[in-house]
């Protein structure tokens, strides 16, 4: 959002006012309405383009509606970036849209937290009710004593003004639960978070990015297309046989923890034996003299002892993948909250593409391109200058200021510095279930004298709340237009293609209701449809809202872009200008400019690693309630190798307990040898607290209940594979009522 202005900008262009006025009562209803004749009845079919919300792709929908209903849900092939897809999560939104456990109109607590007791209230006094308390707090303790926390969406933006305009810097948004250790890393490398071109590449290495399984588009078509028709070669580091793993060339199940000492072994090889790419290093990089001494310890025989990949693999891989470049990649992965030393893992990655020239060309890492959109710009409320709870400013000088710093925040409310923090604000997250060891998140949520949910389901978050706001669900609302960043980059409408189930708002509308009230209404004060035709108006089509409703998308043509940042001079957007191999900013900061290798902390004997992953059929902890992606994933179990099963006296489909440091959860064993013997896994999303979610309440295990509080120092990101645990049979196989 622009900022620093003082005056509402109008509508002015003539076009844009009117493509508003004529376009606004039409927004999200039928732009290809189209009537079939059947012999007896008349079916009224529409097809509406929109953008599918069951997970953070973004894909492009076209959504089928006969007589009102949603029929079906296509991919819609115009966008570049999902192209033809459309995953199974992404068909079951229907599922989500008509499931009659959906929050149906505004709650309010009537009994003690979590009990359950809930008041059914209109809108006027729900809104009425979450302004007064946000008020109270903030007269008795300041603005920043509200903590305002959301993930990634398209109406995130309004619940992140609203903060700010209410005065509080506590926006904490997802990213130090995800990827943040990955986007610092390459930020600090190359200036910027790029794409990794799997269309194009002839040799892709992951680690344990399960692309398969864990969906991102459009890597996960690339990787298909790429790897499976055009023969890429694909190595694959993971302790899990993955999909992934199941497609590669070759799979490694690595010692969990250990990808830098792969990675600075394949440095080791490549330098050596000079198979860099002497002129882009001497043109672009900075740091190479301290990077080939700095690598000189970590050799080939060394990182098999720490990997558990053989030397000799580990330098024919070096090889192969320096002879393929530019056409190579080593892949960052998305999540990337793994081990506290993440953020120097992912370094690692960036120093090893950077320095066989692997930059912005095609097959290679690639920086993003852009489409600009227009902006409507509205009367700025006073910046908060209130330090944050999380004192990310001093804790971790380098991250993104705007996203905070998740853990750190939990512990500093919990400790009640650098002030108390006495209400929470959480839109489209579910904390209860993305931080680690849920009993201390709900501690958290006790410890607060005001909880607000904006949710389209009773989450386990909303479950312990005062007041629960229902969101309209994706296909009941039109959101802000999305512009996604990319080799091919898109611009993507939601609009709603039905109107709303029941008694529920659109997120802004939300917005608006508590900011009228609190006084803050002049920063809200317009339309969703005024805010799209600003964003919309410079697009270079006739007509751009017209086009966008009836396409869904627009992607500029003459795409893939490469080669941006490869012209003489190009300074790159980092200190020095340059790719920097050695970071001086982060020897400023007290950590290596180099990435140093710290081996994981051992495995004590009988206990096990748990390592966190994704199944195609769900999406976090959001779809466990979704009765097609039930039929799919009923459940979740413990992946456990038969050797330690055996030793255990544990069978396929036996009770089993799970033990860490912070919690014990019970779900049944699936033995299997396509996990490491030293590691376990489960699947995320299971073992609900929230009884209204009655499909996925009390069913299977919440990995959150065992997972250990620890972040990456660097970034602050979560490092939920730091857990250890201890597994015991409890009893022979129980199956749910
Ligand atoms: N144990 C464990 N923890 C993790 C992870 C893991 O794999 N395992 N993954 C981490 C990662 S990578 C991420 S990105 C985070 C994700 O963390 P979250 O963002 O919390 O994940 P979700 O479970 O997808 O969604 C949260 C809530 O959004 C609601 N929601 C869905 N659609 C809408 C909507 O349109 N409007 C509104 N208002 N609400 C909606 C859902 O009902 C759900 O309650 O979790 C992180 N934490
Ligand atoms: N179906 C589906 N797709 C999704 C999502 C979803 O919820 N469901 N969420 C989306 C989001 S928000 C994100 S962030 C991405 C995440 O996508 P990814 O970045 O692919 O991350 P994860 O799926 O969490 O997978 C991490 C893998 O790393 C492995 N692993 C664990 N420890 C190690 C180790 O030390 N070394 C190596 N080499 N591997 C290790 C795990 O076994 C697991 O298979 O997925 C996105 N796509
Ligand atoms: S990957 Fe699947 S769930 Fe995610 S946006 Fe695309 S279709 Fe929807
Ligand atoms: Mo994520």
């Known amino acids: 959002m622009s900022r620093g202005v003082t005056r509402r900008r109008v509508l002015a262009g003539a076009a844009a006012a009117a493509a508003t006025a004529a376009l606004a009562p039409q927004l999200g209803c039928a732009p290809v309405a189209r009537r079939r004749r059947a012999a007896a009845t008349a079916t009224e079919v529409r097809r509406v383009a929109t953008a599918c919300e069951l997970c953070p792709n973004k894909c492009a929908v076209l959504a089928v509606v006969e007589n009102g209903r949603v029929k079906k849900l296509d991919p819609n092939p115009l966008s570049p970036k999902s192209r033809g897809m459309l995953c199974a999560r992404g068909n079951a939104a229907i599922k989500a849209l008509y499931d009659p456990d959906r929050v ?199 990182a098999e002892a720490e990997t558990e990949i053989p030397a000799a693999a580990i330098v024919r891989i070096a090889r192969e993948f320096a002879d393929a470049a530019p056409r190579a990649v080593y892949y960052a992965g998305r999540r990337s909250s793994w081990y506290v030393h993440d953020f120097q893992m992912r370094r690692g990655q960036a120093i090893l593409n950077a320095i066989v020239g692997n930059w912005d060309r095609e097959g290679g890492v690639v920086p993003n391109s852009r489409i600009a959109l227009g902006e409507l710009l509205f009367l700025p409320w006073d910046e908060p200058t209130t330090e944050r709870v999380d004192e990310i400013a001093t804790r971790f000088p380098l991250a993104a200021k705007g996203d905070g710093a998740f853990l750190q925040a939990r512990e500093n409310v919990l400790a009640g510095v650098p002030y108390p923090v006495k209400g929470w604000m959480v839109y489209k997250q579910d904390p209860m279930n993305a931080l680690p060891d849920r009993g201390r998140t709900q501690r958290m949520l006790e410890a607060m004298d005001f909880v607000a949910v904006i949710d389209t389901q009773m989450s386990d978050t909303a479950w312990f709340a005062d007041v629960v706001l229902p969101e309209s669900m994706y296909l009941e609302r039109t959101d802000p237009l999305h512009m996604l960043p990319g080799i ?144 799919q994933t009923p459940t979740n179990h413990l992946w456990l190798h038969p050797d330690p099963a055996a030793r255990l006296g544990i069978a396929e489909g036996d009770l089993v307990e799970v033990t860490s440091a912070v919690g014990s959860v019970r779900l049944p064993a699936r033995v299997t040898p396509e996990i490491r013997p030293d590691c376990v896994f489960m699947l995320h999303g299971f073992g609900k607290k929230s009884p209204q979610l009655r499909r996925a309440h009390g069913n299977g295990a919440c990995d959150a209940d065992v997972l250990v509080t620890a972040w990456d120092a660097v970034s602050g990101n979560a490092a939920f594979h730091e857990t250890l645990v201890r597994v015991r049979k409890v009893g022979k196989e129980e199956h749910r009522a």
């Open 104 to 302: 149906k109109q505004p709650l309010i607590r009537a009994g003690a937290r979590g009990e359950g007791r809930w008041r059914e209230a209109t809108w006027d006094e729900a809104l009425d009710f979450t302004a007064e308390r946000l008020r109270r707090i903030k007269d008795e303790y300041g603005p920043e004593a509200v903590l305002f926390s959301s993930t990634e969406g398209f109406q995130e933006e309004f619940f992140k003004n609203f903060g700010l305009a209410f005065g509080s810097p506590n926006i904490l948004r997802h990213p130090t639960l995800c990827l943040a250790s990955v986007n610092l890393a390459y930020s600090m490398t190359f200036g910027t978070v790029p794409s990794f071109d799997l269309l194009n590449a002839r040799y892709v290495i992951m680690s344990g990015a399960n692309r398969f399984e864990s969906i991102i588009t459009p890597d996960t078509m690339d990787l298909i297309e790429g790897a499976m028709n055009r023969k890429a070669k694909l190595v694959y580091l993971d302790p899990r046989f993955t999909v992934t793993a199941a497609k590669a060339d070759e799979w490694y199940p690595i010692r969990p923890g250990t990808d830098l000492a792969f990675i600075l072994a394949m440095l080791h090889v490549i330098i050596a034996e000079q198979r860099y790419d002497k002129e882009f290093v001497a043109t672009r990089c900075l740091g190479f003299d301290e990077l080939a001494a700095h690598v000189e310890r970590y050799t080939p025989a060394w």
């Open 488 to 631: 091919w980059p898109v611009v993507v409408l939601r609009q709603q293609v039905v109107p709303p189930m029941y008694d529920t708002k659109p997120n802004l509308e939300i917005i608006q209701g508590l900011a009228q009230r609190l006084g803050l209404g002049e920063y809200f004060d317009y339309t969703i449809e005024e805010w799209i035709a600003e964003q919309a108006a410079e697009l270079p089509v006739d007509n751009p809202l017209e086009y966008l409703k009836k396409h869904g998308v627009y992607a500029p043509e003459g795409a893939p872009f490469y080669g941006k940042t490869l012209a003489p001079g190009y300074r790159f957007l980092t200190r020095s200008g340059k790719i920097e191999l050695y970071s001086q900013r982060l020897a400023e900061a007290g950590h290596d400019p180099l990435p140093v290798y710290h081996p994981p902390t051992p495995i004590p004997e009988g206990s096990f690693r748990m390592v966190l992953g994704r199944k195609a059929t769900h999406t976090h902890a959001a779809t466990t309630n979704n009765v097609w992606l039930v039929e």
